[in-house]
């Protein structure tokens, strides 16, 4: 059985004071949820203050980014060496909030994909389609697209080495969570899509969905057969609120 994995995308925000007070708030406030997996994505600068807290304990970290790249003149960006040398788990790739704006293609974010793991990192490869494309009733068009851009890079057992996160770009940062039908539509059809090519990997692959999760919505979300967990961005800024989308996690497996 898949567990379920909740993962904190805390962006650019943070200091050193206010993420020692959210790092082991979560430390304290998880200690009753042990039913699943809990992360944190943080800021660069920050990967060596989640390694020095949460070194040890069952919650993992992750960076929101990395080079394709594995050292060169790259100025300002990061590879994936350095990230895991802060003993990092995870690494966010493809986030709308980076294809947007340029950055990311489909096919960098495959290479991304297989460099991560080459690294010793574990992907969490973002897709989503925008409001027109959702409008338009495209989203399978769109994230077929996107995932077959990792599969082609690393093959369909490459899969296996990552967590896939559905994320439409419209919930993002909106408050306007996707209904739980919509994103167990989409996940089932994605998780589909992989068993064609292969039936393990798709039963086993953890995917997620990410958009405006909130304490008020995770358990309805969570409860759905294909929803494997959350990528939760404005919601982890709060201490007590993600320390309640994770416990609504954990609840799954009780009720
Ligand atoms: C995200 O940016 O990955 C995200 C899901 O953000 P939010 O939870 O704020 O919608």
Not at 168 to 197: D, M
């Amino acid at each position: 059985m898949r567990r379920k994995l909740v993962v904190a995308n805390r962006k650019m925000n943070g200091s050193l004071s206010s993420n020692k007070a959210f790092l082991e708030g979560l430390l304290i406030g998880t200690q009753d949820f042990p039913n699943a997996d809990y992360s944190v994505c943080m800021p660069h600068p920050y990967l060596f203050q989640a390694e020095a807290i949460l070194k040890n304990s069952p919650i993992t970290w992750g960076g929101q980014n990395m080079s394709r790249y594995e050292s060169g003149a790259y100025t300002g960006s990061v590879s994936p060496g350095m990230i895991k040398e802060f003993g990092c788990e995870y690494v966010i790739i493809g986030h709308s909030e980076r294809r947007q704006r340029g950055h990311d293609t489909d096919h960098a974010i495959g290479e991304r994909f297989e460099v991560a793991i080459k690294a010793g990192l574990k992907p969490i490869f973002c897709m989503g389609e925008t409001l027109e494309e959702y409008e338009d009733g495209i989203t399978d068009v769109v994230t077929i697209r996107q995932l077959n851009a990792v599969i082609e890079e690393i093959g369909v057992k490459g899969l296996a080495g990552g967590v896939l996160a559905y994320e439409p770009v419209w919930a993002i940062g909106t408050g306007k969570a996707a209904s739980p039908e919509h994103a167990q539509n989409i996940l089932s059809f994605l998780r589909g899509h992989i068993e064609l090519l292969d039936a393990d990997i798709a039963e086993n692959i953890r995917i997620l969905y990410g958009g405006s999760v909130k304490a008020d919505n995770a358990a309805k979300l969570f409860s759905m057969p294909d929803i494997d967990g959350g990528l939760v961005g404005g919601a982890s800024l709060n201490t007590d609120e993600f320390v309640a989308i994770c416990q609504a996690a954990s609840n799954v497996y009780e009720s």
